[in-house]
């Protein structure tokens, strides 16, 4: 079982709000997560980060790896 950090998409048409999410790398991209992480709103200016880094590294630790946009965002919010 390959874990993945990555982003699922919510909010309505033409409204996107991502939530950072712990899933198994199967799983489709709404499917259902093992955990949230945060969210990224970028329709917001500047765009809105908020990452929960201790369940981030928790989460890394256990082998989860995170998707090229994931760790662009982790850079970002300063991990």
């Given at each position: 079982?390959?874990?993945?950090?990555?982003?699922?998409?919510?909010?309505s048409k033409k409204k996107p709000?991502y939530r950072l999410v712990a899933?198994?790398?199967?799983?489709?991209?709404?499917?259902?997560?093992?955990?949230?992480?945060?969210?990224?709103?970028?329709?917001?200016?500047?765009?809105?980060?908020?990452?929960?880094?201790?369940?981030?590294?928790?989460?890394?630790?256990?082998?989860?790896k995170p998707t090229n946009t994931?760790?662009?965002?982790?850079?970002?919010?300063?991990?």
């Amino acid at each position: 079982m390959a874990l993945r950090l990555r982003l699922t998409r919510m909010g309505s048409k033409k409204k996107p709000f991502y939530r950072l999410v712990a899933l198994n790398s199967e799983t489709r991209r709404d499917g259902r997560a093992l955990e949230y992480l945060g969210y990224y709103n970028p329709l917001q200016n500047p765009p809105e980060i908020k990452i929960d880094m201790d369940k981030v590294k928790a989460w890394m630790d256990k082998g989860a790896k995170p998707t090229n946009t994931v760790r662009s965002l982790l850079k970002k919010a300063g991990a």
